[in-house]
DNA sequence: TTATATAGGACTATTTTAGTACTATATAAG
DNA sequence: CTTATATAGTACTAAAATAGTCCTATATAA
């Protein structure tokens, strides 16, 4: 199914609705009314991207989150790197060690190859475009293979 | 994460060493061997893959696996389909009615947008490549807007 | 000083995934 | 036609990941 977690959907949800008021201040309690999400859970998110460096936050009365930049710089890569960690489809990619073939195996550089695409495809989507469906789409070409050689260096 | 399932792990693993022979059946207990993966997990991914038209199999003695295809006409996205189904990032893009805010969400679209990126991203890499890593590459660009409209097409 | 809001971490329940086992069916070979 | 071998299909169990909740500490405005 190749899923993204219901966590890093809320942070979507979340940040779309931060995104409309981006000078405001956005307290939990406001957000949970706003989306139906129960409120330990938008805490919960909300902690995370403040972490992340996406939200920043402000403690006491009158407190809340606001977004560190604008809906443009905030890519959905970023988003979901915030909520799950970082983006790679293998363990292998980024556990040195985790696979006992790891040594002989020989689609490791392969699945480099694939997380770059799909890192790529995320990093091409942005928190304004969630905002404000704008018609933009991403597509996949093919380079020329010489070109590109040095762009994959593949840690072994 | 964004994790692919151990078990898709497996079959590319196991997909990887049937294209190097392209036309011998491969038993799965041959693969066993060839592979370190368990004979019943093993099993189980050589029926999900002949179940998605990805391999033939022959049943009885001699029996064994098959590729109905040449390995580059074999897509990274199509095997991850098979053992996990359909690629889709969010319940909502695959289930209607799975989520009680979808009438009024806006972003529903924006992950259909996400998720077509993504498919491209791993539709872009065959069986072919996993078996002799070709340096190619896969990139994304961002198109004009209005040519790209009717290609959205985002169901509601 | 008090009310309010985030920070951080720990914990539990649920769901998903991985892995195994068992029975049925098809085929090649003696 | 019988036997050995290999896949088909399904059901089940164990393990791991995720979701969701709660509690205590800290910061800030009034």
Redesign the pocket.
Known sequence: ?L?V???TD?ATVILTHIAHQPDELH???DITQATDV?L??V??V??LL??ANILN?????????LLTRTPKDVHVAEIITAI?GPIAMTECTTHTGACEQESSCEIKGNWNLINRAVYMALEAVTLADMVAPVRQQAVMVNMPLKTQTNDLKVEN
């Open positions: 199914m899923r977690s219901k966590l809320y307290a939990a309690s129960a330990p859970t805490s919960k909300l902690k403040s972490k936050s402000h403690r006491g009365s009158k407190g809340g989150y799950e």
